[in-house]
C-alpha cells in the first residue's frame, strides 16, 4: 500500500487538535490528559450492527435465505442463454 493511502485510512483514529506533536512527546505523560479524556467519553463495548435493504431483509435474521442469490444466478444464467441462441440463430440464417 502507498504511505499516503494508509495515512488517509489512519487520519481520523487520532484527532488532531487534541493529539498534537507538543502534548504526545511529553515525558511525564501529563499532556496526554485531553486524549484520555477524548477516549474515555466513547462508547464502549461491542457495536450494534443495523442491516437494512435488501441484505436486512433477505440474508439477515429470521428470514434469511440463500434463494435470492441463487434466483439472480438462474436469472443470469437465462437471460445469457436467450441472448446466446438468439445471436448464433441469426447469424445461422443470415
Known sequence: MYASLVRRQLG???PPKIATPKL???ETGTGLEPLVNFYSKLPKGEATARVSGIKGRLFSGANASGK???GLIVGLFAIGYTIDYNSTCFFLLG
Open 12 to 14: 481520523g483514529l487520532v
Open 68 to 70: 435470492p442469490l441463487v
Open 24 to 26: 504526545v512527546s511529553g
